[in-house]
């Protein structure tokens, strides 16, 4: 089952809306939250023949989902853990998003620089490990590097204490992208993805959930949406919504956060990525080259509670400074970060006394008494393998019997050709062109400026100040294409700058 469409896939938002409206009979599936999870649940669902609707609270992918470390990888630092199996998944589904995804991922070189002859052998033997775990997944072989070829690879690295190195492969993403990419998947196989829909309560019926009141965040309009099956995708939010079901569930969540600053590629002007795997307490670093730029990151900083837009806390700031003036010949002043922000890890809670950063990132499937199935936990490489597991789970709940999953060799959606884009970028210092804003507005149901210039493009990201030099460019675009009055324009406008100021160690 599937919708005619053009190559791009045109995503009509009224044309949703109306779907929803109409529907006499349940759907089969309905999936709650937007972001890789709950978009890739969705696209397996449809994959299976299913008639699926998804829902997200506010745009596809405004949470965790593009505040990522913008990697596709297997996790070596999990081997140092032991968990070989979420290892050899993760190869594996690496793989498979290189082939279906392959204008979104790319293979990429990561080195890690080393001090001593031991950590060059630990280091490398672990590699190889690695290299051997991906079998034919590998993308490359490990190597070690002499001192002088570290330096020459990496020009940006302090030499001072440089003993040589280890050369491995992994992969690179852009998370809000692919995410769109789902979406318009999605969509294009017949299923009806909603961003700006809230679900306000669940509906029981003989005390099973058999579907969700929506409310359309823009009109206030409430939509009654039925299904056979519900799924809980929300992420940091899915105790939330399994209070709608029963308000006496305990918690299952553990919550970290995950900090990253964006410089100047001058800090590492490279086309791979440096990565040390132990720093002075212990967490991974990465510097790696992303869409012109240098991202640095992360922290593993355990949250008690979930907020809709974290930001980087001032001690995350300092820790990544200190880091990357251990390694970088040029130190990261405040006035360096072009933007900054920060995304939360919905953990799946493992027993007490385990830390954020010991806690497993393997998924679990929990189905209430009620039918709700939850999805907890897991990350960007492994959505495809949960989302499978989420709707092989959905058949007994759903009763359809058993149809095989088609997403491991399935192609998405591809980019728009770079013909409907073009024109002049609208700053010197970003990619994003005139044509670019109406079209995320015509096709790709962007709805706020902050969709168009965080997810739609990633100017946000990659140059916060420059973002909001043209978002008042951006907001008469957005305005005409999505014919709304001059209030909503200024309305957008102030929503930006307070985005904005969230993206920035500093004001002024």
Not at 47 to 74: I, M, Y
Not at 297 to 320: K, S
Request: glycine fraction near 10%.
């Amino acid at each position: 089952m599937g919708r005619a469409g053009s190559v791009i896939g045109v995503m009509d938002r009224p044309s949703i809306l109306q779907a929803l409206r109409e529907r006499k009979t349940p759907w089969d599936v309905l999936v709650i939250g937007g972001g890789a999870t709950g978009l890739g649940t969705a696209v397996d669902a449809a994959s299976r023949g299913l008639e699926t609707v998804l829902v997200e609270r506010a745009d596809f992918a405004s949470g965790t989902s593009s505040r990522s470390t913008k990697l596709v990888h297997g996790g070596v630092r999990y081997l140092r853990q032991g968990r070989i199996s979420l290892v050899m998944e993760a190869l594996r589904e690496r793989t498979r998003l290189l082939s279906n995804a392959a204008e979104l991922v790319r293979s990429l070189a990561f080195i890690i620089p080393v001090r001593s002859s031991w950590e060059k052998a630990f280091y490398g033997v672990g590699l190889k490990l690695y290299e051997g775990l991906a079998g034919r997944n590998s993308l490359g072989p490990s190597e070690w590097l002499s001192r002088e070829e570290v330096l020459a690879e990496l020009p940006g690295l302090k030499p001072s204490g440089i003993q040589g190195g280890v050369r491995y492969w992994d992969a690179q993403f852009d998370d809000a992208r692919l995410a769109l990419a789902l979406a318009r998947t999605l969509f294009e196989r017949g299923g009806n993805p909603l961003n700006y829909g809230g679900v306000t309560q669940l509906i029981q019926q003989s005390g099973r959930v058999a579907g969700a009141q929506i409310q359309d965040l823009e009109t206030g309009e409430a939509l009654e949406v039925r299904a056979r099956v519900v799924v809980n995708a929300t992420g940091v939010w899915c105790d939330d919504v399994r209070r709608l079901a029963n308000p006496e569930a305990a918690p299952t969540l553990l919550l970290s956060q995950g900090a990253h600053l964006v410089l100047d590629s001058e800090f590492l002007p490279a086309d791979r990525a440096m990565m040390v795997p132990r720093t002075e307490d212990g967490r991974v670093l990465f510097v790696i080259p992303w869409q012109g730029r240098c991202l640095l990151g992360t922290t593993d900083t355990p949250i008690a509670n979930a907020i809709r837009d974290p930001r980087p806390l001032d001690a995350e700031v300092d820790y990544l400074v200190r880091e990357a003036g251990r390694w970088l010949r040029r130190a990261v002043l405040p006035a360096d970060i072009l933007s900054f922000f920060a995304g939360l890890r919905p953990l799946a809670r493992p027993g007490t006394g385990v830390s954020t950063a010991g806690a497993s990132r393997e998924h679990r499937i929990d189905v209430s008494r009620e039918g709700l199935i939850t999805v907890l936990g897991g990350k960007w490489t492994t959505y495809r393998q949960m989302a499978e597991e989420v709707i092989d789970a959905a058949q007994g709940v759903g009763g359809w019997g058993k149809r095989p999953s088609a997403t491991a060799e399935l192609r998405l959606s591809p980019e728009p050709p770079s013909s409907v884009l073009s024109s002049v970028p609208l700053h010197p210092r970003l990619p994003l062109t005139a044509s670019g804003v109406d079209f995320a507005a015509r096709v790709e149901l962007a709805r706020t400026l902050e969709d168009v210039l965080s997810r739609r493009s990633r100017c946000l990201f990659l140059d916060a100040k420059a973002s909001l030099e043209i978002a008042p460019q951006v907001g008469r675009i957005l305005r005409a294409t999505l014919k709304k009055s001059e209030r909503w324009e200024r309305e957008q406008l102030d929503q930006f700058t307070r985005v904005v100021a969230a993206h920035l160690p500093f004001s002024g």
